[in-house]
């Protein structure tokens, strides 16, 4: 049995992931009546990520912000122009494909007693509203917003501080930070209960009705990280930009993909900066940031729920309305909470540009949460893994014209 433990502690936790998956299924298609239980595992384990999330964004933005040393230089100004670019391309990418392959719905019911956004002002002043929140009830409710805007106003407040204090807050971020690391070792564990609680309240057959739908989601998705990424990339590197967007998939993105969250992945992003030797000065700032900002796959869900909506109930979209529509699913992404299923209530948003009523809208947010079980999943797989990818493709950029030796294959 000791054996057994450390060779298990000696694999990657990649490589954990992908046996507690394959348990997780074998258990929920084979015996899915005694696998129920384990469904809690998955819970523990999402909540004790999200409730732990907050409280290390707080610490390591201000502790970063505090210590910055005058005269170094970061790269938050390219980092936020490619998380903006990013993310507006992958929406254009989603109409793009939508006008290409029109998809019509069957339209559900079951979402009608939730309340989205009644317009553009709406997401601008809740927006404002959220950085100026209460800081407590901001970490209570995790408001990622509302907690950088405190974290760095403290941060900027903490800048002439005693060495000692800073040191306190330093020792307290890195003391989270080893607590995360502790969650993080059950990720097994947790994606095992959460891929039985999917397989087992869903099933696979109320995917298949909306297969046409769910292609066009994916094959965008997709599309954005295998081929407009590395593009984007590969201009500000100029290396081939492939083994850094593998890395990034495979250590931010499969494991995004099953918590379904951009907040609760925060923690495996910050771990793979450090491993990819970046400034913890910058990505300190960028990762959380890029969990509240950096939403390519809610862009993506955005435009292509919002144009099926159009198509099922044949309205005629002209092409400037199409760009519109791209800079507004932008907007909307970003506007657009980092927890599971946070990109569906904006759609309602999306679809007042047609004119659409929003209990049609509102339908179409419910076939979203039908097909959320995959949906989600690969969306936030792209958003947290792109987080990643943006903040080393800045350094990188950083380091060639510094004159810097880049060696992506050897960092990735």
């Known amino acids: ?87 507006f391309l992958a929406g254009l990418i989603a109409v793009i494909v939508s006008f290409i392959v029109p998809v019509s719905l069957t339209l559900a019911k079951g979402a009608e007693d939730l309340a989205a956004p009644g317009g553009v002002t709406d997401v601008l002043k809740a927006l404002l509203l959220n950085v100026v929140d209460n800081p407590v009830k901001a970490i209570f409710n995790a408001n990622y917003i509302g907690i950088l805007a405190w974290a760095v106003v403290l941060g900027i407040a903490l800048r002439n501080a005693p060495d000692t204090t800073k040191t306190m807050i330093s020792n307290f971020s890195d003391a989270v930070s080893k607590m995360v690391t502790w969650v993080i070792k059950f990720a097994p564990l947790g994606i095992m209960g959460l891929v039985i609680d999917s397989i087992t309240t869903n099933g696979i057959e109320s995917l298949l009705s909306y297969g046409k739908l769910l292609a066009v989601l994916i094959g965008c998705m997709v599309f954005v990280a295998l081929v407009v990424n590395p593009i984007i990339v590969f201009t500000a590197i100029r290396q081939n930009p492939y083994p850094l967007v593998f890395k990034c998939i495979k250590e931010s993105g499969i494991t995004a993909f099953f918590t379904r969250s951009s907040a609760a992945n925060i923690p495996v992003n910050m771990k793979l900066c450090e491993k990819l030797g970046l400034d913890k000065d910058t990505y300190s700032v960028s990762i959380p940031l890029g969990a509240t900002i950096n939403m390519a796959g809610a862009a993506v869900t955005i435009s292509v729920l919002t144009l099926a909506a159009v198509h099922t109930l044949g309205i005629q979209v002209d092409i400037p309305t199409a760009i519109i529509l791209s800079v507004l699913s932008a907007v909307c992404a970003c506007g657009a909470s980092g927890v599971a299923g946070g990109s569906l209530l904006l759609i309602p948003l999306a679809c007042s540009l047609f004119g659409i009523p929003n209990d049609v809208a509102m339908q179409v947010v419910g076939v979203g949460f039908i097909i959320g079980v995959l949906q989600d999943s690969f969306e936030t797989s792209l958003n947290s893994s792109t987080d990643v990818l943006f903040t080393a493709a800045a350094e990188f950029k950083k380091w060639r014209k510094d004159g810097k030796k880049i060696d992506i294959k050897k960092a990735a």
């Open 1 to 87: 049995m000791k054996n057994l433990f450390k060779k298990w502690n000696q694999m990657s936790l990649v490589k954990q992931i992908i046996i507690g998956l394959i348990i997780g299924i074998i258990l929920a298609v084979a015996i899915p009546e005694v696998a129920k239980p384990v469904v809690i595992l998955g819970s523990l384990f999402v909540g004790a990520l999200k409730a732990i999330a907050p409280v290390l964004v707080l610490f390591l933005v201000m502790s970063a912000i505090a210590q910055h040393k005058s005269g170094h230089e970061t790269n938050m100004k390219s980092i936020i122009g490619l998380y903006l670019l990013g993310t």
